[in-house]
């Protein structure tokens, strides 16, 4: 397993919609290993396959190091749809490993229903709420080319600008390895 560097706001590739998986190959197998000691290193909850440089619909989830989700199980989400959404929105902070050191409020359904696979390609159904309803839809997001932060007012995305481009330009501390500028 390696921990790979993390691409960050404005890396073109987290723009991009992720490409359906055919396949579970030892690539793919090695990316997923490797997702999760790289989302471990970086103290994150979830990680998208494109916040690692690859195009697979992807992403993982552990919540176990939560107050509360101590018992839950890692997560693997390939091919993953959202088929439902509760009508009730809740409001919770959010941040994102490739946006580091900024947070936000941002409304979401407090509960969806996925359709998705695992790593051997069993097709799973989830009913999720609360914190992994919100945590699955933040990286579902990531697999449309959809941060966070578009999902924040006008007003409130015009006072991060400054802030996002530091980031874009690698000019603030990294807590974890991320990618040079311009590679993915
Ligand atoms: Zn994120």
Redesign the pocket.
């Known amino acids: 397993m390696s921990i790979l560097p993390v691409t960050l706001y404005g890396d073109k590739i987290l723009r991009k919609k992720a490409k359906k998986v055919e396949k579970i190959d030892n690539e793919t197998i090695k990316l997923i290993s490797d997702m999760f000691e790289t989302m471990r290193n970086a103290d994150g909850m979830?990680?998208?396959a494109n916040?690692v440089g690859s195009e697979a619909s992807i992403f993982i989830v552990d919540l176990s190091k939560v107050q509360g989700y101590e018992k839950t199980k890692p997560m693997v989400f390939v091919n993953p749809k959202i088929t439902e959404q509760s009508v009730e929105e809740s409001v919770t902070e959010e941040?994102?490993?490739?946006?580091p050191d900024i947070r936000g409020k941002i409304k979401r359904p407090e509960a969806v229903k996925m359709v998705y696979y695992d790593a051997e390609l069993n097709e799973i159904t989830l009913e999720a709420d609360d914190l992994l309803a919100r945590v699955v839809q933040?990286?579902y997001d990531?697999l449309q080319g959809i941060?966070?932060t578009d999902r924040l007012d006008d007003e409130t995305q015009c006072k991060l600008k400054k802030s996002l481009l530091k980031i874009k330009n690698r000019k603030i501390e990294f807590d974890y390895p991320v990618t040079p500028k311009d590679k993915y």
């Not at 941040?95 to 946006?99: D, K, R, V």
């Open positions: 979830g990680l998208a916040q941040g994102c490993l490739s946006i933040h990286e990531h941060f966070f």
